[in-house]
Nanobody, 118 residues
Framework: QVQLVESGGGSVQAGGSLRLSCAAS????????MGWYRQIPEKQRELVALMSRSGATTYADSVKGRFTISRDNAKNTVYLQMNSLKPEDTALYYCNARGVPGMTSDIWGQGTQVTVSS
């Protein structure tokens, strides 16, 4: 079993920055991929950024060039650096782990709210 705990959300004005953190209860090196998703009310959860165990990254088109996913294996923590934030980035952000040994489904954190005002 893996637990994920997000932190770092908050309120910021457009153009500002935030960094989200996701602390995993087990080593990131055993997890297939770590990612960040976001969701607004009445919408489907969408992928924001993904990092595979090998370090390959994938970003949603809407955040390319503004958001960066990274990780610190020593701290079992994944980060999402969000720059040049826009009001449309407002959402509940979730950390995700997939490909966890012994688990048939993805693991999700509890979510952290990001609110960007214009």
């Amino acid at each position: 079993q893996v637990q994920l705990v997000e932190s770092g959300g908050g309120s910021v004005q457009a153009g500002g920055s935030l960094r989200l953190s996701c602390a995993a209860s087990r080593s990131l090196l055993i997890i297939g991929a770590m990612g960040w998703y976001r969701q607004i009310p009445e919408k489907q959860r969408e992928l924001v950024a993904l990092m595979s165990r090998s370090g390959a990254t994938t970003y949603a088109d809407s955040v390319k060039g503004r958001f960066t996913i990274s990780r610190d294996n020593a701290k079992n923590t994944v980060y999402l650096q969000m720059n040049s934030l826009k009001p449309e980035d407002t959402a509940l952000y979730y950390c995700n782990a997939r490909g966890v040994p012994g688990m048939t489904s993805d693991i999700w954190g509890q979510g952290t709210q990001v609110t960007v005002s214009s």
